[in-house]
């Protein structure tokens, strides 16, 4: 199989996917597939990449990919171009099976990719348009949740376009005050991997933490602190299951025991030490269970397909569940919370992989005989 792998992005998670691209490319048999690597610079353009790299990381263990740039190496999409023809660079087409997208954040698994590969029929891993642009959208997660009558942690959200500054934070923060009480988190709505995510412990805080997250996205999101164990569940397949492999499974849970305050962005991707990985979680069999279906029905009513970490809270005060977010484009690091999962459950990083593709390419085939004209 030609895979395509996309990395880097035009995200604040640029850097952490070119981490996760490096160790995925490190499970892929590359006796079985063939591997391309396309680079997505910060500033969103596209490069094909020289394979000497996949050598070069597969040999020593602490290289990482990096990104060429050159203008006979750009790359274009072609819509309706299909497998054969739907990706170019410098004017040639690139065959390939199906696109691998290693992107995290904004531009990468918030539906912008997914709609472009739709146009240009093209098979990708992962989940659709529409769930990707959901899921990205901690807001609209959580009001579908809701409506499904899932338990999700008390939030409120603020919107920036047409406010002048500070106009109305002082009735966000009064009614924030008043359900919540400090401590709070502030997050963007569309940002992920606690990108511009802060705890507030006082009003002068809460200002700094809204203004911060405000330069990440134009709505944000406030939420009750709960003191809190952060549980994770990984999950895989289709929701148009057609075969055993497909079906809605969720794997290991695990537990975040971070060692410096919360679990922000430093600690997921750049401290190996900030956080302790509790695999499995020290739960009951019941709560472990009931977890793990939550994982599913969550994923489930969302529309998610192909792979998921679904992250939940439990009060620590009455053993009360909580779903959080859910990660549709996980991390792969070799810290990374998703494969460790996943491997926990029997299932190896290379076989995770190949699943993966399995299920990319069975969407793509059960979407392809869906009728669009007349």
Not at 342 to 351: I, Q, T, V, W
Request: aromatic share 8%; charged share 25%.
């Amino acid at each position: 199989m030609k895979i395509a792998v996309l990395f880097g992005g035009k995200s604040g998670e640029h850097e952490v996917s070119i981490t996760s691209a490096t160790s995925v490319v490190r499970h892929i048999n590359d006796n079985i597939h063939e591997i391309i690597l396309i680079a997505i610079t910060k500033n969103g353009v596209w490069y094909l990449q020289d394979n000497k790299q996949i050598k070069a990381i597969k040999e020593d263990e602490t290289a990482k990919f990096k990104i060429e740039e050159s203008l006979e190496k750009r790359i274009s999409l072609v819509p309706g171009g299909g497998t054969k023809n739907g990706i170019a660079c410098n004017g040639e087409s690139l065959e390939i099976d199906i696109v691998l997208p290693i992107l995290h954040g904004t531009f990468g698994e918030d539906g912008h990719l997914q709609g472009l590969l739709e146009m240009a029929d093209i098979p990708y891993c992962g989940c659709g348009t529409m769930a990707s642009a959901l899921t990205m959208d901690k807001e609209k997660t959580k009001q579908v949740w809701e409506a499904a009558e899932l338990n999700v942690v008390p939030y409120i959200t603020m919107c920036k376009p047409g406010r002048k500054e500070d106009d109305e934070f002082d009735e966000y923060a009064d009614s924030a005050e008043e359900y919540f009480g400090y401590p709070m988190f502030v997050k963007p709505c569309c940002a992920g991997s606690s990108v511009g995510a802060n705890r507030a412990e006082n009003r002068i805080e809460l200002q700094a933490a809204v203004k911060e997250a405000f330069k990440w996205d134009e709505k944000i999101i406030i939420e009750e602190c709960l003191q809190a164990r952060e549980i994770e569940c990984a999950v895989t397949g289709n929701i148009s299951a057609t075969c055993e492999d497909s079906e809605i499974t969720a794997y290991s849970v695990g537990e975040i025991a971070p060692k410096h305050g919360f679990y922000d962005y430093d600690t997921k991707y750049n401290d190996p030490d900030g956080a302790e990985l509790i695999i499995p979680a020290k739960l009951d069999n019941k709560t472990m269970q009931e977890i793990q279906g939550l994982a599913g029905t969550a994923f489930g009513v969302l529309g998610c397909s192909g792979l998921a970490r679904v992250d939940f809270f439990i009060d620590k005060t009455d053993g009360e569940i909580y779903l959080n977010e859910i990660n549709t484009l996980p991390g792969f690091t070799s810290i990374s919370m998703f494969p460790k999962l996943c491997e926990n459950a029997g299932l190896k990083y290379s076989d995770l992989i190949e699943l993966i593709l399995k299920l990319g390419i069975e969407r793509y085939n059960f979407r392809k005989a869906l009728k669009t004209s007349r």
